[in-house]
């Protein structure tokens, strides 16, 4: 691996950590000022919306933006950004309303680094297939440590200590990140295209999506997903109360089982597409993510369901180191922003249909429900993507990707005409 990956690993650790810290923190300092659920929902949603609002155009600009340079002016801006809240904390005059402005201009803050990121990992690793996998399986890994297990117990044992304290943690994991991100070299990039507008850029990012039915089955499966996992989401607690007896500890260790096979997911998943095929290993861990819901619906105990959540994770976690390598590996680079865009547009924009849906079939058929139809919802998906995603088309399209990437090809010294081409 390039000795700038181990920098650009190291950023984002620390800004995973930070991320782990306020995802804890917030909604516990927002519930200190309120016990309005939907005032509380509020503060949850603000940090979605960018996303929703300006995914596509956000990508958009990230293609014409240097983007290491985005990445670290994004991290400093968010470092900025959260000494607000904290001072507003420590003089005790923090409020809802600023707290869920906080939230949407860190997820903005958010969105435009995550894009840069995505896109500035394959020209590090001169977009070679492999190594896109062992660096988003180690990425991907650190991600789910730090935020999912070291981060929100630390964030809640800062708060403990004051207000602030949790904010100022964040602020400085932030501004350790956009440090180590301004050391990272300087990435090649392809000629922008001339006298074109951002919606024209930002239609074409989407256009590229759409038309190509590779590209298409992998942004479906988050899409779909979405809807199933959110739908779980909304009753698990529910679940997990009334029908397996699990207490607000034992509803934490059910979490970590989760967290657990998440991580084995991301360190298998290298191995899994070497042994399988990169698209037939999609659609196996897709139908194990519908299998282990189907599980979790049906567990009778505790037991059964921190394994079928565990098992559901793996799945999880490897699907999410397998998708973005092959992305990376076959999307041009001047694209590349607006096609990570759009694919995360359409996953967040299906996630309140899942909390919605779960929370209605939960009302009107019993708290079981939700989880049956979210399992059966992810094989369907399975099924409709599988030829979508098929080792067939990896094959063709990586093969495309490299023919497009050697030199004196006409693509490898500057862009397509977008509004005129349909991907390979």
């Known amino acids: 691996m390039p000795v700038g990956f181990g920098r650009l690993w190291t950023a984002q650790t620390v800004s995973s950590f930070g991320d782990g810290v306020t995802h804890a923190a917030l909604p516990l300092l927002a519930l200190a000022l309120t016990r309005d659920p939907m005032a509380l929902a509020v503060v949850t949603a603000a940090g979605t919306l960018p996303w929703l609002l300006l995914g596509v155009l956000g990508g958009a600009l990230v293609d014409r933006w240097d983007r290491r340079r985005t990445m670290w002016v994004a991290d400093a801006a968010r470092a900025a950004l959260l000494a607000i809240p904290a001072v507003a904390a420590a003089l005790d005059v923090l409020s809802i309303p600023l707290l869920a402005a906080v939230a949407f201009l860190l997820g903005l803050g958010g969105l435009f680094f995550d894009?840069?990121?995505?896109?500035?990992l394959p020209d590090l690793l001169?977009?070679?297939?492999?190594?896109l996998a062992r660096a988003n399986s180690r990425l991907r890994g650190a991600q789910t440590a730090m935020s999912g297990f070291a981060g929100p117990p630390a964030g809640s044992a800062l708060l403990a200590l004051g207000r602030a304290v949790p904010l100022l943690a964040d602020a400085v994991s932030f501004a350790l990140s956009a440090l180590l991100v301004r050391s990272l070299p300087t990435a090649p990039r392809p000629v922008p295209q001339a006298r074109e507008s951002l919606l024209h850029q930002a239609r074409a990012g989407a256009s590229y999506v759409f038309r190509d039915r590779l590209l298409l089955g992998l942004a479906l499966r988050p899409a779909v997903g979405n809807v199933a996992f959110l739908a779980v989401e909304t009753v698990l607690a529910l679940f997990a109360h009334d029908r397996l007896g699990i207490d607000t500890f034992g509803y934490g260790l059910l979490l970590t089982a989760e967290a657990t096979g998440g991580l084995l997911g991301a360190g298998i998943a290298s191995f899994l597409g070497r042994r399988l095929g990169t698209g037939a290993a999609l659609t196996c861990t897709a139908a194990v993510e519908g299998l282990a819901v189907l599980g979790l619906a049906a567990a009778p105990?505790?037991?059964?369901?921190?394994?079928?959540l565990a098992v559901c994770g793996a799945g999880m976690g490897a699907t999410m180191v397998l998708a973005p390598s092959l992305r990376q590996a076959i999307v041009p680079p001047h694209l590349m922003g607006r096609v990570a865009s759009t694919s995360r547009m359409l996953a967040m924009c299906a996630a309140p249909f899942g909390a919605f849906?779960?929370?209605?079939?939960?009302?009107?058929?019993?708290v079981r429900t939700p989880l049956y139809t979210a399992g059966g919802l992810l094989l369907a998906m399975t099924a409709v993507t599988a030829t979508m995603t098929s080792n067939r088309r990896v094959e063709?399209?990586?093969r495309g990707a490299a023919s497009?990437?050697?030199p004196g090809h006409p693509d490898s010294e500057e862009p397509v005409q977008e509004d005129a081409s349909a991907p390979s």
């Open 357 to 366: 849906l779960g929370g209605w079939l939960a009302g009107t058929y019993g």
């Open 396 to 398: 063709a399209a990586l």
């Open 404 to 406: 497009t990437d050697r």
């Open 115 to 120: 894009t840069a990121a995505t896109a500035y």
């Open 301 to 308: 105990n505790p037991y059964v369901a921190g394994l079928a």
């Open 126 to 131: 001169g977009r070679d297939p492999a190594l």
